[in-house]
């Protein structure tokens, strides 16, 4: 539980909340700071309370604040663009081409046409839409009875404002409706109510597979219907080409989705376009084929009408907030607006209210694109945030980038980020912009945070009524479900959330405020809308309780063909190997069970029908998902990780297995099983995260009832075992491996059970391997001896394979590898040698080199040698190149050092010696010496000659050294700044431009800074160079006026006797001196006229002085301020400011503070400052004065309590005191003629102490409130009495709470509808007291209701004390006192809730009771006396039995309305058993067998209208309800009188179960036990009486019921002739339908009769279907098989001998890829291509062109046998339709008499399975019949006039000849006769 706050509405137990709509408001939680820490701890703590409404909000503790990460500037998103106005009213997307044509067509059918759509308001009408929008509102009718035109005009026009239509519309638009389209909705009506009610598809269970679709055979508009309709028609039997095209054409199309052309009896082509879908591949998919016309969804729906949200402009956050302040103002003008205004408004423009709408919304902002508002730890930090708080908020884990990262967040191990789960996205909206309804992605949680701006308002219904919502939505929307099954899917979709809550579904809403979280949990629809411009960010993620959700939400993608986020068994998979055991393992285990369970049920089935190929997957290292992608399966897109299978006629495809069937339509052989784990590795996984080992003894219990052709996968897999076992104790042949390894495929997939299996398949495949490595060698070698340039085999391998002893498989090419190995193996051992010796020669091992070159190995010796080889030729190639001599050497660059240093190295690493490493060393060390000289001489500055001979010594080397190039330059320069020196010098006395000689001397210094050599000219040059550059200084200087300290600087640098230099020394003293004099006046102070003589000294000085700008500032401020103090200065007196104007005192000071820095000397300055001291004392007086009386007025530093008169006595004697000195103080401040603040204070203070005083005075006599109100208005005009005085404050207060108290009080004893807590009225009480008031009429009111109260608290608790039992009267006369009331008490809550649990008590009894009685306790004691009669039958009560009828009652035998059973001898009321017209019976008719009788003989006690379910005519009760009534009234604290009852009834039922426990349960479980038909009467009897439903009552009536069945099955069993096969099915299945125990004997002999022929007539189906490949005798082995079945096979063994039968001259089975024709002589068949006739290339009426001259002249055929006989002897007659036929006379066996008949028979092709074996015999008799009647109408003819010699009979007896042809017939397994 958490311990945080959490708030939750007043609304939280009501059905009402502060929505705008009435809904009640989601919980809203507040975390302490330490829950705040773990989210999904949290989160899980408050699940419980917040899970039920879908959605809590949650408040973030006060330090949360994060900064907004995005910057407002730059940062700009995309929008989209929302048409609000049709989010719910909108039509469906249907495409109008396809109503066209289907309106078309039914206009035809009327016999009339539409050239042109009607008009209505001004332009063409859309019937598509209108009659789609009519369908909505439930069609014309309910549109008519509602009143809904208006509703249905506003969605025809829905760009059309509401208020501009005419009044008319509506009718007009009704008008039209009428007229074109109420016949067609009626026509459409009339044509589904003839189609079966189909469910509404769920999501949950086994979709799409082969089992689930169970469809007609035949699919819609295919080409065996329209043959079957055609075949009639033509009189001809040859094979038509035409329908071979056909079939041509139709196998060429493929499915739209799985591009499969397999199935094609599942596939459905669209009436429109003709594109083929399978009905399973369809999203939903379709369990039964449609009747009628039939159009695909791109038909259905138009794609240009699609209703979605488009793209909007781009905007930046200042435009959008500009664009949004614009359209809320226009939208709402500038009156203020409440939440609920906007709620409103949002709903009324939804439903169409108003006119059309449209805003934008910037939702599913991907944050790695866009930027999040949080901030992320690799983002820079902003230069105004704060470090601290960034990192601090960076790595919070209620940061939405972290979240679904968090720990116990299963999306942690998935690697991919998915924008939107694991990538948070970004929403900027504004007003109106919504997000429709919708769960998350895959059932996630999500975490909404809103960063800033308007509220955003959400709407939510939890997980556990989405079925309720969604049935809702499609009944709300039924057109556009159907144009968009998967509309909830689009988000486009709102509806008012008030509809759901009117429909019985719970919603709830909540408002988001900025810095707020919203959780939204699994499966739990939400929606919602921004009431103005701000910013949300969202993510999802998943706590382990979210994995059963995350297996709905997979189920449902695939139920929609929809491709899922992610792979749900691989998260599984990867969060249980990486997180182990934790607190979500009972959710993990329980869904890896399931799981393993569905795995092993589907592997098992796919192995039953005769899949035994497998293979493993790439297998997975299960570190996090999304590594790798898993591929999907091609019909429902479900991720295919654990399993899949594939076919080779199909590559690049697979399909999950629960769609195997639908991959392809190969026989299961061909198909392959891939699996990524087995069975065992899964129960691994589920065992080690709860740490229990699993028992595989279950696993090996099924795989033994797990059979396939009565051989179980364990008897198998012993099988297997056994010779694998064999194979392993010996060398086994390759073929014997490679057959074991092959058949160990249909094992490895299973569990633990199969270990062994693979234990041994390993040792096998080690085997196998071997052998094919062995193999490859081989050819290896054998390749590279006649190709060189082939690959080697590596030595060692071949070494291993051939060493193995002793062989792991017999392999021939072993012993031809030995004689290679030994030889590679000797020269490696050679070459080892010479490695190992120390610097070998490099001639000696180029010899062995060609030796390998004969060898077909490679091995590390080999490759070793062949390195160091090449290193060394290479490395020798290299010096010689670089060392050598000649004219190539002049024509390529010389080598660096480094170059011959690095070949140095490398040498010194050769193992082998080369010559050229001497002449290497030579060169590098002459080339390190010079380089070492060169260096010393870089780092100082050496003498031009010393370079000089450095550089002619580097001449002679063959290196390339960069330092020749450097000293080359040092020298070059060096002597070039020496020339120029040299000029300079020359030229230098004989100019007297200063500035030009100094700037060619300082270039020369400049330019010599940068030389390396030393020069001798440098110091001449320097020292010219610093005196013209003084001379150029002083020469300046002596121009302009200069500052002083220039001049003594130059004249300290002075030196010589030039006029220049004298001319400076004496400028410099004189200014020196004047400075002097100025600084002291500055300094010390002077007069006036001290400073104006320095000003006029000054002049005479050419010099800048320092002081000079000081002494002339101060001058220039005494002039200034001598004006205005000489005024002031004569009125500083007090007699002289008796007679002038007041001053101001700021005035004076500030005058006295503009002089106080200045060093001038003035007598009216002195005048001034000492006034305005004698004022500051003044004001200093008054504050000391004034600060006591403040406090004592504020009541600060004192402790005043007002409350005691004492008190109050002597804090008036002390303000009289202090009254005294603020009157004295007051009076010393008049004279002064200055205006001072400070003594207005002292007068407000005077006036403020004496009203003080006078309120104390009035406080001690007690005054009325009317004496205090005028007190307070009066010192309400003082600012000081009500800003400071604590005495007006306590006076406002006293006034204020006796007003309160008294309207609290007048308030309580006026109201009696209002409940008010005693604590209230005591504390009234209290109060009262304190106040100095009277109210004691008042008080003496409420002390009388709180003693009544107390009283009737006291009776009430000691109802719920157990000391006062009352009867429920009694506690509803105590509730009505509680409730007069006024005082609020939780015991009225109690008798509330006591009472109202009575009367649920009382209500549930008369649920279980029923109400077919007149009250409650008739009901129970009915129930009583048939318990109790119950227990009188079957001898548990020793009361005597009134009569033995069902009612309870006698029935006499006097009685002519009773009957007596002729068995048991009981009598019976007639209406009690359910008998009518009893009276019309007469004496002698009166033979009669009850229905108990009955049931014992006949077993029928399970159906609905069995025998004994007319005996009961009122409800039942159950034994749980009663029970739970018992406990229920324990719980209660009121005496109830039927509870006495009910335990009563409870006891007789226990005692009844006992009994039939204990002698009716032995009857079932022991078959040969003497049942005592006596005993299961009565105890079926009282069953039926028994009006309490338990579970013995139904353990009665099954145990009648299976011996019943034993009795029919062993008559069946025990008969002379052997039962049928139908027979024993059904025999089976009804002892499967009444649980007949598995051990019972008669049960094991018919499954084991049952199983012994299914196997043979699979067999049978095999052979039949196989075209002719069985050979003859196995077929006659079959027939002959059947004699020794326990059962009659008569429809299979007719199948089989119609196959057996030969035909031709070639004497083979009918074959349906080759064309026959039959002689209409004789009957037989004939191959075309036998009797030498080409066959027939069309299938019209008449005879083909080809056939002409062999055929007779009506077109009859005789065979070649029947031409030798000439001419027939006797004609028959036959009757075929109301036709006469012309036939043979020849009897043969295939058209002759009953034989030929028969024979026909046998070769048609039942294909109803499922007929039963009686209706077959019927059949056949029937069909005798038809035969004989035939047979007589054929002698009658012969006796009639037949023409003894044969022909052909004329044209007028309409008898013509016809051919008799079968060939390939689609929709058919063989061929059919035409007899026609």
Not at 772 to 801: G, P, T
């Amino acid at each position: 539980m958490a311990r945080g706050r959490k708030e939750f509405p007043r609304s939280y137990n009501k059905k009402e909340g502060c929505s705008g709509l009435g809904l009640p408001e989601a919980p809203v939680f507040y975390p302490t700071e330490e829950e705040f820490s773990d989210p999904l701890e949290y989160i899980a703590q408050i699940r419980h309370l917040a899970e039920p409404y879908g959605l809590c909000r949650i408040v973030p503790p006060k330090f949360w604040d994060p900064p907004f990460a995005l910057d407002l500037q730059s940062f700009s998103f995309p929008t989209k663009l929302q048409a609000i106005h049709q989010l719910q009213e909108r039509s469906a997307a249907l495409n109008p081409d396809t109503f066209r044509f289907e309106f078309d067509r039914f206009l035809e059918s009327q016999g009339r046409v539409l050239e042109s759509w009607p008009q209505f308001c001004g332009e063409e009408l859309d019937l598509c839409k209108a009659y789609n929008c009519v369908k909505r509102y439930g069609g014309y009718e309910k549109v008519m009875e509602q009143r809904k035109w208006g509703e249905v005009l506003r969605m025809v026009k829905p760009d059309v404002s509401p208020a501009s239509f005419s009044t008319a519309a509506p009718a007009n638009l009704c008008h039209l409706y009428e007229k074109h389209l109420l016949e067609y909705e009626r026509h459409r009506a009339e044509g589904l109510a003839k189609q079966p009610p189909q469910a509404v598809p769920e999501a949950s269970g086994n979709v799409g597979t082969g089992d689930a679709v169970d469809v007609k055979i035949g699919r819609k508009r295919s080409l065996a219907e329209d043959e079957v309709s055609a075949s009639v028609e033509p009189p001809k039997r040859t094979k038509s080409e035409d329908e071979a095209s056909m079939q041509q054409r139709l196998g060429d199309q493929s499915c739209e989705q799985c591009r499969s052309r397999a199935h094609e009896q599942l596939m459905l082509n669209c009436d429109l376009c003709d594109r083929a879908w399978h009905m399973y591949c369809l999203s939903p998919p379709l369990s039964e084929m449609p009747s009628g016309r039939w159009y695909c969804l791109d038909c259905v729906s138009s794609e240009q009408e699609t209703f979605g949200f488009s793209q909007g402009n781009r905007h930046t956050l200042d435009s959008f907030r500009r664009m949004c302040d614009r359209f809320k103002k226009k939208w709402f003008g500038g009156r203020p607006v409440t939440y609920s205004d906007v709620e409103e408004q949002f709903w009324e423009i939804v439903e169409r209210s108003t006119g059309p709408v449209e805003v934008l919304y910037g939702s599913d902002l991907d944050t790695s694109v866009y930027g999040s508002g949080f901030p992320r730890p690799n983002d820079a930090v902003p230069k105004w945030a704060k470090q601290d708080s960034w990192e601090a908020h960076a790595n919070s884990p209620w940061n939405l980038n972290n979240f679904p990262k968090l720990n116990g967040s299963m999306l942690r191990l998935v690697n991919e980020n998915i924008p939107g789960v694991i990538v948070p996205w970004l929403y900027v909206g504004m007003l109106f912009s919504s997000f429709c309804w919708h769960y998350e992605d895959h059932c996630f949680y999500s975490v909404n945070y809103l960063h800033w701006g308007e509220p955003k308002c959400w709407y939510s219904v939890p997980g556990s009524a989405y079925d309720a919502f969604e049935e809702v939505m499609r009944s709300t929307f039924p057109d556009l479900f159907h144009a968009q099954p998967d509309l909830l899917f689009q988000l486009v979709t709102m509806l008012n959330p008030a509809v759901l809550r009117d429909k019985g579904v719970p919603v709830c809403t909540t408002l988001q405020e900025p810095g707020n979280f919203v959780i939204t949990f699994p499966r739990s629809y939400h929606g919602g809308f921004n009431h103005g411009f701000n910013c949300a960010e969202a993510v999802n993620f998943a706590p382990l309780d979210w994995i059963p959700f995350g297996r709905f939400s997979i189920e449902r993608y695939r139920f929609f063909h929809k491709a899922a986020v992610l792979s749900h068994e691989e998260l599984l998979c990867v969060v249980a190997k990486n997180e182990g055991a934790g607190k979500g393992c009972s959710w993990m285990q329980n869904e890896l069970i399931r799981i393993t369970s569905l795995e092993r049920k589907l592997r098992e089935e796919l192995w039953q029908r005769g899949m035994v190929k497998s293979s493993r997957m790439q297998p997975r290292a299960y570190t996090n998902v999304g590594k790798e992608e898993d591929a999907e399966c091609i019909i429902c897109r479900y991720y295919l990780h654990l399993s899949a299978v594939v076919c080779s006629c199909r590559p690049g495809n697979a399909v999950c297995l629960e769609h195997a069937e639908q991959l392809c339509e190969c026989s299961a052989d061909k198909k392959c099983l891939l699996y990524r784990l087995s069975l065992a590795e899964l129960d691994d996984i589920g065992s080690e995260i709860c740490h229990v080992k699993e028992d595989n003894k279950t696993d090996i219990l099924q795989c033994k009832e797990l059979k396939r052709n009565d051989i179980s996968l364990m008897q198998l897999a012993s099988n297997w075992i056994s010779r694998a076992a064999s194979a392993n104790s010996k060398v086994p042949l390759l073929a014997d491996v490679e057959d074991l390894l092959r058949q160990a495929e249909q094992f490895l997939w299973a569990g633990h059970e199969m270990d062994e299996v693979r234990r041994l398949e390993s040792t096998l495949a080690f085997r196998y391997n071997w052998a094919k490595d062995v193999a490859a060698c081989y050819n290896a070698v054998q390749e590279r001896l006649h190709d060189s340039k082939s690959a080697r085999v590596l030595l060692s391998r071949v070494s291993d394979l051939v060493a193995a002893d002793p062989l792991p498989c017999v392999e021939p090419y072993a012993s031809k590898l030995k004689p290679f190995v030994r030889d590679g193996c000797n020269l490696q051992k050679q070459i080892g040698i010479r490695l190992l010796s120390s610097s070998p020669d490099v001639r000696s091992l180029q010899k062995l080199q060609h030796e390998i070159l004969r060898l077909p190995f490679d091995f590390p010796e080999a490759q070793k040698m062949q390195e160091i080889l090449t290193t060394a030729q290479l490395w020798s190639e290299r010096v010689q190149r670089l060392l050598s001599t000649g004219k190539e050497s002049q024509k390529r660059e010389l080598a660096d050092l480094s170059q011959l240093l690095e070949l140095q190295s490398e040498g010194l690493k050769l193992s082998v010696m080369v010559p050229e490493k001497r002449l290497l060393d030579v060169v590098v060390k002459k080339a390190e010496s010079w380089q070492q000289h060169a260096s010393e001489l870089l780092e100082c500055n050496p003498p031009v000659q010393e370079l000089e001979e450095i550089l002619s010594e580097a001449s002679g080397l063959p290196v390339r050294l960069p330092q020749v190039d450097i000293l080359s330059n040092y020298l070059l320069e060096a002597r070039s700044w020496s020339e120029r020196a040299q000029v300079a010098l020359k030229t230098l006395h004989d100019q007297r431009d200063y500035g030009s000689v100094v700037v060619v001397l300082k270039d020369l210094v400049e330019a010599s800074e940068s030389l390396r050599a030393q020069v001798d000219e440098l110091s001449t040059v320097k020292m010219e160079l610093k005196r013209f550059s003084w001379m150029e200084k002083a020469s300046n200087a002596l121009s302009c006026r200069s500052p002083t300290s220039v001049l003594v600087e130059l004249s300290e640098e002075a030196n010589g006797n030039e006029d220049l230099f004298l001319e400076v020394r004496s400028i410099t003293g004189a200014a020196l001196s004047w400075e002097g004099k100025a600084r002291e006046a500055l300094g010390l102070g002077a007069t006036y006229d001290v400073f104006l003589e320095l000003v006029s000294e000054s002049e005479t000085i050419n010099v800048a002085l320092a002081c000079l700008p000081d002494v002339k500032n101060v001058v220039n401020r005494a002039d200034s301020w001598l004006p205005r103090a000489s005024n002031l200065a004569d009125l500083c007196t007090k007699d002289s400011m008796k007679t002038v104007k007041l001053i101001e005192l700021g005035t004076l000071k500030e005058l006295v503070s503009e002089m106080d820095s200045s060093p001038i000397l003035l007598p009216e300055l002195k005048v001034l400052r000492t006034c305005l001291r004698d004022l500051e004392e003044w004001s200093h007086q008054a504050t000391i004065v004034q600060d006591p009386v403040r406090g004592l007025l504020t009541g600060n530093g004192t402790s005043v309590d007002l409350d005691s008169n004492d008190r109050v006595s002597s804090y008036m004697a002390e303000l009289r005191m202090q009254l005294c000195r603020l009157h004295e103080i007051a009076t010393q401040g008049v004279p002064y003629n200055v205006v001072l603040v400070q003594l207005d204070d002292v007068r407000n203070l005077v006036d403020a102490v004496e009203w003080t005083l006078k309120a104390l005075e009035l406080l001690l006599r007690c005054p009325s409130i009317q004496a205090l109100e005028v007190l307070l208005e009066t010192g309400k005009k003082m600012v000081l009495v009500t800003r400071d005085s604590f005495v007006f404050k306590y006076l406002e207060r006293a006034k204020n709470r006796a007003k309160t108290w008294h309207s609290k009080v007048t308030s309580l004893i006026e109201d009696f509808e209002t409940k008010v807590s005693p604590i209230l009225i005591e504390q009234l009480l209290l109060e009262s007291k304190a106040l100095k008031i009277d109210f004691r009429s008042e008080v003496s009111q409420i002390q009388q209701v709180l003693e009544d109260h107390r009283a009737w608290q006291s009776e009430v608790q000691k109802v719920f004390n157990g000391t006062s039992t009352l009867s429920l009267p009694e506690l509803l006369s105590l509730q009505e006192a509680g409730e007069a009331s006024i005082i609020q008490s939780m015991e009225v809550d109690l008798l509330d809730t006591e009472i109202v649990g009575v009367g649920a008590w009382l209500v549930r009894c008369e649920e279980v009771v029923g109400t077919a009685h007149n009250n409650l306790r008739d009901g129970l004691l009915q129930l009583k006396r048939s318990a109790d009669h119950a227990l009188r039958i079957v001898g548990l009560s020793n009361k005597e039995i009134k009569g033995s009828c069902v009612c309870q009652e006698a029935a006499d035998e006097s009685d002519n309305t009773s009957l007596s059973c002729d068995k048991c001898r009981d009598r019976f009321h007639a209406r009690c058993v359910g008998v009518t017209q009893f009276q019309t019976i007469t004496q002698n008719q009166r033979q009669y067998v009850c229905p108990f009788c009955t049931a014992i003989s006949s077993g029928a006690v399970f159906s609905k209208d069995d025998v004994t379910s007319k005996m009961c005519a009122t409800q039942k009760a159950t034994l749980s309800s009663l029970v739970e009534l018992a406990n229920a009234a324990k719980a209660l604290h009121c005496r109830v009188e039927e509870e006495d009852l009910v335990e009563s009834i409870l006891e007789s039922v226990f005692t009844w179960q006992e009994w039939v426990h204990k002698t009716v349960t032995p009857m079932l479980a022991n078959d040969r036990r003497e049942v005592d038909l006596q005993v299961l009467r009565s105890a079926l009897k009282a069953a039926c009486m028994m009006q309490v439903y338990d579970d013995a009552s139904a353990e009665v009536k099954r145990a009648v019921a299976v011996r019943a069945w034993r009795i029919r099955t062993k008559k069946l069993l025990d008969s002379v002739e052997k039962p049928c096969f139908r027979s024993i099915c059904r025999a089976l299945e009804e002892a499967v339908a009444m649980s007949v125990p598995t051990e019972d004997g008669l049960l094991l002999d018919v499954r084991s009769r049952e199983a012994e022929a299914s196997a043979w007539a699979n067999r049978v189906k095999q052979v039949v279907e196989d075209g002719g490949v069985t050979p003859l005798e196995d077929v006659m082995r079959l027939i002959s098989k059947a004699d020794g079945l326990r059962v009659t096979v008569t429809k299979e063994l007719t199948a089989l001998r119609a196959r057996s039968v030969l035909y031709c001259i070639c004497r083979r089975p009918y074959d349906e890829a080759r064309a026959m024709i039959g002689c209409d002589r004789c009957g037989e068949w004939y191959h075309f291509s036998c009797i030498n006739l080409p066959e027939p290339e069309s299938n019209d009426g008449d005879c083909d062109a080809c056939l002409r001259d062999e055929l007779g002249p009506s077109g009859e055929f005789f065979c070649p046998a029947c031409k030798k006989v000439g001419k027939t002897k006797e004609h028959i007659r036959l009757l075929d339709g109301g036709r006469v036929v012309a036939t043979s006379t020849k009897r043969c066996s295939s058209n002759g008499g009953n034989s030929g008949r028969r024979q026909r028979q046998r070769l048609r092709q039942d294909h109803e399975d499922d007929m039963d074996y009686r209706e077959e015999e019927e059949e056949e008799e029937e069909e005798e019949e038809e035969e004989e009647e035939i047979i007589l109408e054929e002698e009658e003819y012969d006796e009639g006039g037949g023409d003894g010699g044969g022909g052909v009979l004329d044209s007028s007896s309409k008898v013509r000849p016809c051919r008799r042809t079968a060939g390939q017939h689609r929709g058919f397994d063989s061929f059919v006769m035409l007899t026609r």
